[in-house]
């Protein structure tokens, strides 16, 4: 049966979940505040020396190839690896995927390990489903629902839930769909949100018992806040302390009552 995000962010602040966190230079402060506030424990551990070791102990991993470079890369497969081992959730950010062949091939390979969730916006959902993207570096430059199809077909032929974000969210694991509505048009005006909800979705995977729901959640409340905060800010710098004020203030009810949820029925 499946779990709302009602039940997940219940079960999410009563037991906080401590999460291992490959993320960019960018996003890795950002990111941590955002965990923390809507009741994760976020921990930023990335060398090779520890990743592996650290992910055993960790109740998920999340890898984000924003600001790539081999050492990195050697700590996103060992953390992998750690996942694996102990049989925990995976959830990979395809920073900027289109942009170079070496984010071409480095994604590859990492989609290849079998991530539990693929969590981009719809330039690099594209790009990841094998179809011209629009994107302009880290920055999506395409409508969600052209990504859609390709986010169902990327679910399918690597087995993991596909989160595409942007105006109005859609999250498939090939079968299933969903659309989720809410926001604020100054969150892609915010640096590392996306991240941010990358790495929120792996604490959501950690408890949840199923990966689709465990995204929903995630989604859900990023939305639910992102609305909340919009209200009253008067641009993309006020946004951001209300929005973290958000994230905390949610409530497991806010998230039936707030996001606006579509049960989008895939092809
Ligand atoms: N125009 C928009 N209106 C409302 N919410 C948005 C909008 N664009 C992005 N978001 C939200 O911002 C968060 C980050 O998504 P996105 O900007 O697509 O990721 P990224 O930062 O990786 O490009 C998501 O919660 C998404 O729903
Ligand atoms: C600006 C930037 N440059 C490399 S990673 C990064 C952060 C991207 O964050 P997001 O994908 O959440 O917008
Ligand atoms: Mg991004």
């Not at 959730?89 to 071409?104: E, G, I, K, M, S």
């Not at 990504?147 to 859609?170: C, F, I, K, P, Q």
């Not at 590392?192 to 465990?214: H, I, N, P, R």
Request: hydrophobic content about 50%; proline content about 6%.
């Amino acid at each position: 049966m499946s779990q709302s995000p009602e039940t997940l962010l219940t079960g999410l602040r009563a037991t906080p979940p401590l999460v291992q966190c490959i993320t960019n230079y960018v996003a890795m402060n950002i990111a941590a505040n955002v965990m923390l506030a809507a009741g994760a424990s976020p921990a930023m551990v990335s060398d090779v020396e520890e990743a592996e070791e650290f992910a055993g102990i960790a109740g998920a991993v999340t890898v984000n190839i924003g600001t790539l470079s081999p050492p990195f890369v050697a700590g996103m497969h060992a953390a992998i690896r750690g996942a694996r081992g102990a049989g925990r959730p995976w959830v990979l950010d395809p920073v900027a995927c289109q942009a170079t062949a070496y984010r071409r091939a480095v994604v590859q390979a990492l989609v290849a390990e079998g991530p539990t969730i693929i969590r981009g916006n719809a330039s690099e959902i594209l790009s990841l489903a094998g179809e011209a993207s629009r994107g302009q570096g880290v920055d999506g430059r395409d409508p969600v629902a052209a990504a859609e199809e390709g986010a169902r077909r990327l679910a399918r032929s690597s087995g993991a839930v596909v989160a595409v974000t942007g105006e109005v969210d859609y999250v498939t694991d090939g079968e299933r769909a969903v659309r989720i509505g809410g926001g604020s048009p100054f969150m892609p005006m915010n640096t590392a949100l996306g991240c941010s909800l990358t790495c929120l979705c792996g604490a959501y995977a950690a408890v949840a018992e199923d990966a689709f729901d465990a995204a929903v959640a995630g989604l859900a409340h990023f939305a639910v806040a992102g609305a909340k905060a919009d209200e009253g800010a008067s641009g993309p710098g006020s946004f951001a302390p209300r929005f973290l004020d958000a994230l905390a203030a949610v409530t497991p009810a806010d998230l039936s009552r707030g996001a606006i949820y579509d049960a989008a029925v895939p092809a």
